[in-house]
Antibody, heavy 121, light 108 residues
């Protein structure tokens, strides 16, 4: 079964750090782009960033709102993708989803269940 | 930064047709993808590459593209289709991903 499972969410103070994990199973992990998408309470979907596939050297891109604060990495041996979040702001409070995409703009066809990050003092 | 603009929410009776549009300057060059999100659930891909239904998606969901506007059509709306719908694409250079603001379909 193709599956993505996120973990690592929680409560963190402004300025703090948190690392989210997304474990993949049931498919060739290195062949796929992996995206992080978030959704603030009562708001729409916001793309956070992506790691491209092996054929594209696992390069990364980030939304302007997180550039310089968030880092995406992958561990192919663990079929996992990570989102390191630093200098967290209250406005980073959201449900964070990981999603896979077969190619750059072919759609995100598998999503995890999401993990909740709350930034509050 | 690049933006996708979605039409406002729509209310329809069961059996009617609902249409949601998504406008973006790069849509003639970059595919539009569509997602459904029900309350408390993760998004579900409905349509990819402008017009292709994702695996297991009912035929009443269809996608089309004309110039800078992509359209999601739900023909014969059912009560279970009440949800938020999002379009998604990339900038003209296929580098950054963007989502539309979302549109709710209310089934009366």
């Amino acid at each position: 079964e193709v599956q993505l499972v996120e973990s690592g969410g929680g409560l963190v103070q402004p300025g703090g750090s948190l690392r989210l994990s997304c474990g993949a199973s049931g498919f060739m992990f290195s062949d796929h782009y992996m995206d992080w998408v978030r959704q603030a309470p009562g708001k729409g979907l916001e793309w956070v960033g992506r790691s491209r596939n092996k054929a594209n050297s696992f390069t990364t891109e980030y939304a302007a709102s997180v550039q310089g604060r968030f880092i995406i990495s992958r561990d192919e041996s663990k079929n996992s993708v990570y989102l390191q979040m630093n200098s967290l702001k209250i406005e980073d409070t959201a449900v964070y989803y990981c999603a896979r995409a077969p190619l750059s703009n072919y759609g995100m066809d598998v999503w995890g269940q999401g993990t909740t990050v709350t930034v509050s003092s | 930064s690049y933006e996708l603009t979605q039409s406002p929410s729509v209310s329809v009776f069961p059996g009617q047709t609902a249409r949601i549009t998504c406008s973006g300057d790069a849509l003639p060059r970059q595919y539009a993808n569509w997602y459904q999100q029900k309350a408390g659930q993760a998004p579900l891909m409905l349509i990819h590459k402008d017009t292709e239904r994702a695996s297991g998606i009912p035929e009443r969901f269809s996608g089309s593209i004309s110039g800078t506007t992509a359209t999601l059509t739900i023909s014969g709306v059912q009560a279970e289709d009440e949800a938020d719908y999002y379009c998604q694409s990339t900038d003209k250079n296929n580098r950054y991903v963007v989502f539309g603001g979302g549109a709710r379909v209310n089934v009366l």
